[in-house]
C-alpha cells in the first residue's frame, strides 16, 4: 500500500520504467513469432494488452485521488494478467519463451 506521495512517486515512476521496457520486450517477441493465423492473433493481442496495460498505468499517474489510482491501477494489472496468459499459450504454440520481470 501507497502511504505517502513521495513513496507513490518513486512507485509510479519505477513502475512506469518497467512496464516501458516490458511493452518493447512483447514487441520483439511478437516479432519473433512465426507467420501463421494463430501467432498472428496471438501477437495482435499482445499488442492490444501490453498498450493497454501503459495506457492505463499512464492514465493512473495522473489521477486526482488514490482511489482513482488503484482503480486504474487494477485496469492495467488486469491488462498485464491477460498479457500472461497469452504469452502461455504462445509460447506454448511456438516453443518459444519469454523472459519474466
Not at 27 to 50: D, I, K, M, W
Not at 60 to 74: I, L, P, V
Request: with cysteine; hydrophobic share 35%; proline share 1%.
Amino acid at each position: 500500500m501507497v502511504h505517502n506521495n513521495s513513496t507513490k512517486i518513486e512507485f509510479v515512476e519505477a513502475l512506469k520504467k518497467r512496464i516501458f521496457k516490458w511493452v518493447l520486450e512483447i514487441s520483439n517477441f511478437c516479432e519473433t513469432l512465426p507467420e501463421s493465423y494463430s501467432a498472428s492473433v496471438f501477437g495482435r493481442q499482445l499488442t492490444r494488452s501490453s498498450a493497454s496495460t501503459d495506457a492505463n498505468h499512464r492514465v493512473a499517474t495522473r489521477t486526482r485521488s488514490n482511489r482513482e489510482f488503484y482503480a486504474k491501477m487494477n485496469i492495467a494489472v488486469e491488462e498485464a494478467d491477460e498479457i500472461t496468459r497469452i504469452l502461455s499459450k504462445a509460447r506454448h504454440k511456438s516453443g518459444q519463451s519469454f523472459k519474466r520481470h
